[in-house]
Nanobody, 127 residues
């Protein structure tokens, strides 16, 4: 069992930066692949980024590639999402998720592939 708690959301102007954190409970955090998703009002939850258990492999949605960076610190049981050059369309609730297995890029983009979810943190980007 893994419990996830996101933090770091808030209000930022377009073009600005924000860093999100996701703290995980449990001694097996380092064995999980981790992902970030987001959900804007009235829209489906969408994939943002994923990272394998070691941090050596990452996967990004095209919309955020080059602007967002996912990383992890297994010693701190934490996964991060650094978001730069933010746009109003990045406004959403951001969720982190844990997955028992690293899959293909297509698999890692699916909500259904993940086993545990946090409660989300709101990011609002003003124009």
């Amino acid at each position: 069992q893994v419990q996830l708690v996101e933090s770091g959301g808030g209000l930022v102007q377009a073009g600005g930066s924000l860093g999100l954190s996701c703290a995980a409970s449990g001694r097996t955090f380092s064995s999980y692949a981790m992902g970030w998703f987001r959900q804007a009002p009235g829209k489906e939850r969408e994939f943002v980024a994923a990272i394998d258990w070691s941090g050596s492999m990452t996967n990004y949605a095209d919309l955020v590639k080059g602007r967002f960076t996912i990383s992890r610190d297994n010693a701190k049981n934490t996964v991060y999402l650094q978001m730069n050059s933010l746009k109003p369309e990045d406004t959403a609730v951001y969720y982190c998720a844990a997955d028992r297995a690293w899959g293909t890029p297509a698999e890692m983009r699916k909500v259904s592939h993940y086993d545990y979810w946090g409660q989300g943190t709101l990011v609002t980007v003003s124009s």
